[in-house]
């Protein structure tokens, strides 16, 4: 980086816990600074297509799970590229990810889809 240049501030991966403590809806009230952070965090990391298309190969697998391997062709990337996109989704907690031997294997965390999900329902009133 050159002298002039600004280190992106990197922010923490979001934990299972983090997720449950968003979930209440948007439009039920004030969310919390915390809560808008974290909520942010997950829809940006889905406002990329492939992303998208990643975590619903994922979650169409027989098995629920998928190796990095197995989800390039689909997507028509590289090994790297996937394993990029793949790190936003787990660093944004809607996937997770289980190293075995030389490959990653990716799950989607429902917890998580289901957190996006009720962050959006419609506030009962």
Not at 2 to 26: F, H, R, T, Y
């Amino acid at each position: 980086m050159g002298q002039n240049e600004v280190m992106p501030a990197s922010l923490p991966v979001i934990q299972p816990d983090d997720v449950a403590a968003c979930c209440s809806p948007v439009t039920g009230g004030v969310v919390s600074d915390g809560a808008a952070e974290t909520l942010a965090r997950m829809f940006k990391a889905l406002g990329d297509p492939t992303r998208v298309k990643l975590l619903s190969l994922i979650a169409a697998s027989p098995e629920g799970e998928a190796c990095v391997c197995d989800l390039t062709a689909p997507v028509a990337l590289s090994q790297p590229t996937v394993s990029h996109h793949m790190k936003l989704l787990v660093d944004a907690g809607l996937a997770t990810r289980e190293q075995r031997g030389r490959w990653a294997y990716y799950r989607v965390a429902p917890e998580a889809l289901r957190s996006l999900a009720g962050a959006l329902a419609p506030a009962d009133g």
